[in-house]
Structures are given as C-alpha cells and as structure tokens.
C-alpha cells in the first residue's frame, strides 16, 4: 500500500519531545507510531486502548487534589494504616 496522504496533528512541544523519545528506543517514528494507530482504528474499528471518561466522584476528587487538598501517603503500607486494612 503506497502512503499518498499527509495527517497532521497539533500537539505540544514537551509531548512531542517525549514521544519521539520514546518512540526512537522502540526503533520507530512519529510517522510509524501514527501509521500504527490508523491501521489499527481502521481494521479494528476501535482505538487499540480504552478511553474512560472519569465519574463525579473521581472528578470531584481529582479537583480537590488539584486545589492542593486531600492526603498523600508515603507508600501502600502507610496507606493501608490510615484506612485501617
């Protein structure tokens, strides 16, 4: 199959940056990661991961950690200390 269409994408510089990093250890391009997911998409009808969409609860927590509240834990041990497991 020839490659006669050019996609283009805008995305921030540091994502850029990091996924070309990433991409380069793997031994491909952005080109090929992109190519990748479109054949997928195509063929599969599907994106090859899940897409979640967070619940009220998991929004409003996620806000409040943003607002500087909630609690942080040193580790799971810790963790499990304060809920009593």
């Known amino acids: ?13 540091d994502t850029k940056a990091r996924a070309t990093e990433a991409l380069s250890a793997m031994g491909l391009t952005m080109s090929d990661a992109i190519r990748l997911l479109l054949l997928r998409v195509a063929d599969e009808k599907r994106l090859p991961f899940a897409v ?6 998991t929004l409003a927590a996620m806000k409040e950690l943003e607002g500087g509240k909630g609690q942080r834990f040193g580790g799971a041990e810790e963790l499990f200390r304060d809920l009593d497991i």
């Open 1 to 13: 199959m020839s490659t006669d269409t050019v996609v283009r994408a805008r995305i921030d510089s």
């Open 52 to 57: 979640q969409v967070p619940n009220s609860s």
